[in-house]
């Protein structure tokens, strides 16, 4: 059986502010074939890109029921469905723990109503990573990337799905360009 990798970055320029610029990109990959996309929106923020990257991603897919890896550099997003917070928040009627609405609520339901047509485990991965650079400690990154995502992945498999990362974060950055460029 094939499995359906996406890798996934969100990204905003000048986060917080007022005339803050997000973009997001996403790789879906499956057996040889690679798809990327990317796109972006003013007045946002990192998290709702985050969220749109990999919403972005499961509504480009033809048919459900796949079985789908996301690599994410989000803890907000990996840790949402590696701990079931979801299961919280709909339990209690989409209120956080501090009893406060949940942000981005809208994208998460989304999100839950994509990712529950297929069988799905979310990775995480430390963002931009300097892969060229002699200074990069690869070792402790790696024994991080385990420690996170399990021993199942080979360090061939960690160097790999970083530079899928990196890309991806490449692609959210010219969904912002694309943005400020028709500003």
């Given at each position: 059986m094939t499995i359906l990798r996406i890798y996934t970055d969100g990204a905003c320029s000048g986060n917080q502010s007022s005339e803050n610029v997000g973009g997001w990109g996403s790789i879906l990959?499956?057996?040889e074939h690679k798809?990327?996309?990317f796109g972006?929106?003013?007045n946002t923020t990192n998290n709702r890109m985050e969220l749109?990257?990999?919403i972005e991603a499961f509504k480009a897919l033809n048919q459900g029921g796949q079985t789908v890896e996301v690599f994410t550099d989000s803890a907000y997003v990996a840790n949402c469905f590696r701990e079931k917070w979801y299961e919280s928040w709909e339990k209690n009627k989409w209120k956080n723990a501090a009893r406060k609405s949940v942000e981005n609520?809208?994208?998460w339901r989304e999100l839950l109503a994509l990712v529950r047509q297929h069988d799905v485990k979310f990775y995480r991965v430390k963002g931009h990573v300097n892969l060229k650079s002699k200074s990069t400690d690869f070792d402790?990154?790696?024994e991080k990337f385990v420690s996170w995502n399990g021993s199942r992945f080979t360090f061939e498999d960690f160097e790999y799905i970083t530079t899928m990362n990196n890309r991806a974060d490449?692609?959210?950055n010219m969904g912002i360009d694309r943005i400020k460029g028709e500003m």
């Open positions: 990959e499956f057996g798809r990327e996309m972006g929106e003013a749109t990257a990999v609520q809208e994208l402790k990154l790696y490449e692609l959210a």
